[in-house]
């Protein structure tokens, strides 16, 4: 459910005002980041250092005080880490992932086949 988009520079700038012990991992997370082989440090790095940062979408909180984002930070040419977070006071993960898509040919390459 997408509310609208936040600008990135603007998340930018708000996640470089918090630091490491401003970013809480819930039970639900650390088990993802088991399964998934993502650890603390890197989700903590991509928060603080967001100069990956690619895409944000704002998600319907359950609480007014909060606010709940999608935020992905491309990686590479073909995988994006997404960190789903709500932002009050601290940064409360809700749940990451590492997606791979294929690489997809350039139009034109496809064209002249």
């Known amino acids: 459910f997408c509310i609208n988009k936040m600008d990135i520079e603007e998340m930018k700038k708000k996640l470089k005002s918090y630091t490491e012990e401003q970013i809480i991992l819930k039970e639900h997370t650390m088990i993802r980041c088991i399964q998934r082989e993502i650890t603390r440090e890197m989700i903590v790095k991509q928060l603080l250092n967001p100069e990956n940062l690619i895409d ?10 909060e606010k709940k984002y999608k935020i992905v930070f491309g990686l590479s040419r073909n995988k994006s880490f997404i ?31």
């Open 56 to 65: 944000i979408i704002e998600q319907e909180a359950k609480y007014t005080r």
């Open 83 to 113: 960190i789903v977070i709500y932002i009050n006071k601290i940064i409360n993960i809700v749940t990451v992932l590492i997606r791979y898509r294929k690489w997809v040919r350039p139009l034109e390459l496809r064209k002249r086949r």
